[in-house]
């Protein structure tokens, strides 16, 4: 049983910040460049993999790797060849570099050549009858780096549950792929992109980072310790009592309460 306080508290913070302002000064800025279902995913799956530190710094790494790539990822990733990759070679955010970059651009390449949208490459490992994404992460992280060139530094950037990571940055990227808001969008549209079809919101699990870790704790939301994939599952279970059908919704609220308001 809820607190039903704690659920009004957390509805109106959702409705604060599930807004179109809330998108120009974070990463989902980046996807919502583009309106074609490819380049919204190539440019949300950077936009999510280099979404760590300053979100200042994290738009502008976002935005010179796709003027480097013509302002059409798409593209760019179906027929990219080596050579191409020249205008890259000292591109770097934080630990990540141009050897990461350049071995996930040709995994997107395989990948693409096969499918006509990123979303098999998670929804292949899972059904509707899961209860999350647990194996969708774990399947697609194994997917990632099943090419013969696969460079064991960059698997630091692609989180897995059979790591105990909190997968944050994966799951905040299934949350814009997935959640669908649009009909509840008076003008124009909301945060997250509602593209993929074959896997639920209620299999989302919440992206948990220390700020959303830090106010969930405060508001007995999450009792363990540390800050993984059991933490990241035990706060989406306290959420689904809030939302069944939607529950990491409340990632807008948690987040603006801890990074925006410092609650």
Known sequence: MYD???????DQKVLLYNQPSFIEKDPVSIPHRFTKLQDIEISGFFAAL????????????CTRLLQAMDGA??????????TDLKPLLHFVHRTFNATDLFYLLHFLQFH???HESLEAAFAQFINRESTDITQALTGFHQYVFSLPQAPERTRKHIATPARKSACK?????????V???GAKAKTGTLVDFGLWKNISPAQLICPLDVHVARVARRLNLLERKQDDWHAAVELTGKLK???????????????????????
């Open 4 to 10: 039903p306080a704690l659920k009004r508290l957390l």
């Open 50 to 61: 280099l979404a760590w530190g300053n979100r200042t710094s994290i738009i502008n790494s």
């Open 73 to 82: 990822p798409y593209d760019f990733v179906r027929n990219f060849r080596d």
């Open 112 to 114: 693409y050549s096969k």
């Open 169 to 177: 940055r994966l799951n905040m990227y299934l949350r814009w792929m």
């Open 179 to 181: 959640r669908n808001d």
């Open 241 to 263: 009592a809030l939302s069944p059908d939607d529950p990491v919704q409340y990632d807008f609220a948690l987040f603006g309460l801890g990074v925006i308001e410092k609650f």
